[in-house]
């Protein structure tokens, strides 16, 4: 399996977080993803670690707005000079929806550094430092980059030249941090400023298999012959992925699927019956887990969605936002799931049968987060 990975994604490291009323060492560290691919490297049979190219804005700005990518370029420079701590960017207010009664201020119009963090974030555990943007930009074209081999593997002008028939299904790793199905279009919170899920997802959509990737005629949006990928993501990290539900919540395509403790953080979504609207009505689809949720268990809801909902939409691509939080002794996070759950759990998601896109998400328990990870990628493969 091919994993892409870039060491400018570790540039990103707030010092602190403020967790349960507590001041703590920021908890989604950039050791997490070295870990993890100084553990893959070991399996070179099995595992090839590839580097990325630069895509650019363009795919970014497909899902996020313009002046929220503008906020996370300039915030860290502004924030210091209107005298704010060199740690970083934290917001002071939120722009909570109960404040906003009788507001008639142009909220779009704010210019205090210490109002715009609170304009563009929702918690306290995304500090923006002097690298968050180059990182979370690394994080994405990390991503991106992954995609864009996984539509080259699966092109039929490359499956005619190479003359080859896969008879399992092709996957490929983007071990980015930071994670980011967290983030919407215009807001960043739970450690994610871009979400590299959507984004990847998007770009999937657009860029038909039976189309030549790099032809850009068919990428183009006004174009009504240009068929589009219908695409799966399943969101498997503990915490609900409230951004990425959001963003494509009145769309068909893709189906989005997220199995989650829902009385945990993000708090206020994940309940099952946001089931999406308008054309996006019924594809959307949150299974609540418990925090006592074991293997088994797991499992069997995990196939129960496959069987009932993932295999009939019948999809081209198969994204993957990969937490490994619901580890049992994670220590934000938290299911019941062992080290082997996690190969039954790979092994499972390649019944769906499809190219895969591996994104990492979540997962925060360093001794074995490597284990964990490994196991759902070879459980895929083997
Ligand atoms: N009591 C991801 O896993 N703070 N984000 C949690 C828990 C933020 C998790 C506090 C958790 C964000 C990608
Ligand atoms: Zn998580």
Not at 58 to 80: G, M, R, V
Not at 87 to 111: A, D, M, Q, W, Y
Not at 162 to 169: D, G, T
Request: overall charge negative; some cysteine; aromatic content about 10%.
């Amino acid at each position: 399996m091919k994993v892409f990975y870039s060491d400018v994604c570790l540039k990103h490291a707030p010092q602190y977080e403020i967790l349960s009323g507590n001041f703590v060492e920021y908890v989604e560290s950039p050791s997490r993803i070295t870990l993890i691919k100084e553990h893959l490297s070991q399996f070179p049979e099995k595992f090839e670690i590839c580097s990325h190219l630069d895509y650019g804005l363009e795919p970014i700005l497909s899902i996020h707005d313009n002046d929220y990518i503008e906020y996370l370029k300039t915030a860290y420079i502004e924030w210091c000079n209107d005298g704010g701590d060199k740690k970083g960017v934290i917001p002071e207010t939120f722009l909570h929806k109960g404040i906003l009664n009788s507001s008639k201020k142009n909220l779009k119009n704010i210019k205090s550094p210490l109002a715009k963090a609170g304009f563009y974030c929702f918690d306290l555990s995304c500090c923006i430092t002097e690298d968050t943007w180059e990182a979370s930009y690394e994080s994405a074209q990390v991503c991106i980059s992954a995609a864009m081999e996984l539509l080259k593997l699966t092109s039929e002008s490359y499956l005619n030249e190479s003359n080859y028939i896969r008879n399992s299904p092709l996957g490929i790793f983007a071990l980015c941090r930071p994670p980011g199905h967290h983030a919407n279009r215009n807001v960043c919170g739970g450690y994610c400023y871009l979400n590299n899920a959507a984004i990847a997802t998007k770009l999937l959509i657009e860029n038909n298999k039976k189309d030549n990737n790099n032809n850009k005629e068919n990428n183009n949006d006004d174009n009504n012959n240009k068929e589009n990928n219908k695409l799966v993501i399943l969101d498997i990290d503990y915490h609900h992925g409230n951004g990425t539900q959001d963003i494509f919540y009145s769309q068909s395509n893709p189906l989005y699927v997220s199995l989650h403790e829902s009385n945990d953080y993000p708090y206020f979504t994940g309940d099952e019956s946001e089931i999406g609207e308008g054309d996006g009505k019924g594809y959307n689809i949150n299974i609540s887990l418990k925090k006592e949720t074991v293997d088994d268990e797991y499992l069997e809801k995990l196939k129960i969605v496959i069987q009932d909902k993932i295999i009939p939409y019948n999809a081209d691509f198969l994204v993957v936002s990969l937490g490994v939080d619901t580890y049992k002794d994670d220590p934000i996070g938290g299911c019941q799931i062992t080290t082997l759950g996690y190969k039954r759990i790979g092994n499972l998601i390649k019944s769906i049968g499809l190219p895969t896109l591996f994104i990492m998400e979540g997962g925060y328990h360093l001794e074995t987060l490597k284990f964990n990870v490994y196991n759902v990628l070879s459980g895929f493969d083997e």
